[in-house]
């Protein structure tokens, strides 16, 4: 495994091996910059939702711009904690007492999921930890149902109706993380107004709240500023510091896999085979039956295919796309916008070569960041992952 930010050299001559990631620190900072901007003009907190984007070679950049992460397990945690300046949030669905012993003296903020393990755990902590509680607010924006918070039967919360003024009483801060790709920001507004007018009693003691993830706020054309007047009036209606927990927002449209074509079979469709896998390297686009996008496809290309895998999975495809060339072996093909739940998803099927993760520099002066590697595998760090020798 290659050390952090090891610089390849002549890696503007040489084609990298595929399959690999490459994260474009330009487009990184277009994002931040929009951060930037909703802080300003709302003095909300961001903190980076670790399980979506952990990959921490990059962080250096990141952290200028967001004030800490959050995460969903004790490794997310201490890797926050380890890497990323500023403020450590800890919240997980099911904390062991051995996890919140483990965090207890590396987390800013410790949020629970349930009334039950806060009762349970909070003897547990420090007298200075600032602890939260995570809200079931039963409104949600989400595109599917798996993805949903606030969904039949969800684990995620406690609902209203299991709140009461004896427990808020021992908290400082609430969390409601009720989104998933939200684009709308009528739609957001209306859940944001639903949350005040509900909670508002709870809302009233405490010092800060946190409004979760999922929210789109830079994606083209977004109401930035009218988010941050939002944002901003209800931090003043209740007195609190206002965090979210942006994910997606900040590493979307910044990532490429780079894959080759192996192959090329027919069976009714062409399909070309490329050295990467949904399965192991791109999970929700499987998980979810998204497909991919690839930067050398157009719409109104001639050359029709399928985009497969070469796993064994028999509907293990990246998705169908127009070519304006047949794709011949060896061709190289970008899939687009694969940082979000990539990299952090990523595992070892069918002992796959895992995909290198590389970070080019922004352009400066009209010189071309060099890149960077962050990460390398080999068939060491398969075989590390089953077993001791």
Same mark, same amino acid.
């Given at each position: 495994?290659?050390?952090?930010?090891?610089?390849?050299?002549?890696?503007?001559?040489?084609?990298?091996?595929?399959?690999?990631?490459?994260?474009?620190?330009?487009?990184?900072?277009?994002?931040?910059?929009?951060?930037?901007?909703?802080?300003?003009?709302?003095?909300?907190?961001?903190?980076?939702?670790?399980?979506?984007?952990?990959?921490?070679?990059?962080?250096?950049?990141?952290?200028?711009?967001?004030?800490?992460?959050?995460?969903?397990?004790?490794?997310?945690?201490?890797?926050?904690?380890?890497?990323?300046?500023?403020?450590?949030?800890?919240?997980?669905?099911?904390?062991?007492?051995?996890?919140?012993?483990?965090?207890?003296?590396?987390?800013?903020?410790?949020?629970?999921?349930?009334?039950?393990?806060?009762?349970?755990?909070?003897?547990?902590?420090?007298?200075?930890?600032?602890?939260? %509680?995570?809200?079931?607010?039963?409104?949600?924006?989400?595109?599917?149902?798996?993805?949903?918070?606030?969904?039949?039967?969800?684990?995620?919360?406690?609902?209203?109706?299991?709140?009461?003024?004896?427990?808020?009483?021992?908290?400082?801060?609430?969390?409601?993380?009720?989104?998933?790709?939200?684009?709308?920001?009528?739609?957001?507004?209306?859940?944001?107004?639903?949350?005040?007018?509900?909670?508002?009693?709870?809302?009233?003691?405490?010092?800060?709240?946190?409004?979760?993830?999922?929210?789109?706020?830079?994606?083209?054309?977004?109401?930035?500023?009218?988010?941050?007047?939002?944002?901003?009036?209800?931090?003043?209606?209740?007195?609190?510091?206002?965090?979210?927990?942006?994910?997606?927002?900040?590493?979307?449209?910044?990532?490429?896999?780079?894959?080759?074509? %192996?192959?090329?079979?027919?069976?009714?469709?062409?399909?070309?085979?490329?050295?990467?896998?949904?399965?192991?390297?791109?999970?929700?686009? %499987?998980?979810?039956?998204?497909?991919?996008?690839?930067?050398?496809?157009?719409?109104?290309?001639?050359?029709?295919?399928?985009?497969?895998?070469?796993?064994?999975?028999?509907?293990?495809?990246?998705?169908?796309?127009?070519?304006?060339?047949?794709?011949?072996?060896?061709?190289?093909?970008?899939?687009?916008?694969?940082?979000?739940?990539?990299?952090?998803?990523?595992?070892?099927?069918?002992?796959?070569?895992?995909?290198?993760?590389?970070?080019?520099?922004?352009?400066?002066?009209?010189?071309?960041?060099?890149?960077?590697?962050?990460?390398?595998?080999?068939?060491?760090?398969?075989?590390?992952?089953?077993?001791?020798?």
């Amino acid at each position: 495994m290659s050390a952090v930010n090891t610089t390849v050299a002549g890696a503007l001559n040489a084609p990298l091996k595929t399959p690999y990631f490459i994260i474009h620190e330009d487009k990184l900072l277009r994002n931040l910059e929009i951060c930037k901007q909703l802080k300003d003009l709302s003095d909300v907190k961001l903190v980076l939702a670790l399980k979506c984007f952990s990959t921490w070679g990059t962080f250096d950049t990141i952290s200028k711009y967001l004030d800490g992460t959050t995460s969903s397990g004790p490794y997310e945690v201490q890797l926050g904690h380890e890497t990323f300046p500023g403020e450590t949030h800890a919240y997980s669905v099911g904390y062991s007492e051995d996890d919140v012993i483990a965090v207890r003296d590396i987390a800013d903020k410790i949020i629970f999921n349930s009334v039950s393990q806060l009762e349970r755990m909070q003897p547990l902590l420090n007298a200075t930890s600032s602890v939260g %509680l995570r809200i079931n607010p039963e409104v949600s924006y989400a595109g599917q149902d798996l993805a949903d918070p606030a969904r039949a039967y969800s684990r995620l919360g406690v609902k209203k109706a299991g709140l009461t003024a004896e427990t808020v009483a021992k908290l400082d801060g609430l969390m409601f993380h009720m989104n998933c790709e939200n684009k709308d920001f009528v739609a957001y507004n209306t859940i944001l107004n639903t949350i005040s007018e509900q909670f508002s009693a709870h809302l009233d003691q405490v010092s800060w709240v946190s409004l979760g993830g999922g929210l789109f706020f830079t994606y083209p054309g977004y109401p930035v500023a009218e988010l941050a007047l939002a944002l901003k009036a209800f931090a003043e209606k209740h007195q609190v510091q206002l965090y979210l927990e942006p994910g997606e927002a900040v590493i979307t449209d910044t990532t490429d896999l780079v894959v080759s074509v %192996l192959d090329i079979v027919e069976n009714d469709k062409k399909t070309a085979i490329v050295d990467s896998a949904t399965e192991a390297h791109r999970l929700d686009t %499987l998980i979810y039956n998204e497909p991919a996008s690839f930067a050398e496809a157009t719409e109104y290309g001639l050359h029709p295919y399928i985009i497969g895998s070469c796993s064994c999975l028999a509907g293990d495809i990246f998705g169908e796309a127009n070519f304006p060339q047949a794709l011949q072996v060896g061709d190289r093909l970008t899939i687009k916008d694969s940082a979000g739940y990539t990299m952090v998803k990523l595992n070892w099927f069918n002992g796959l070569k895992m995909p290198s993760i590389y970070f080019q520099r922004a352009t400066i002066d009209g010189v071309e960041g060099k890149i960077e590697t962050l990460n390398q595998f080999d068939y060491q760090d398969f075989k590390a992952t089953l077993g001791k020798a």
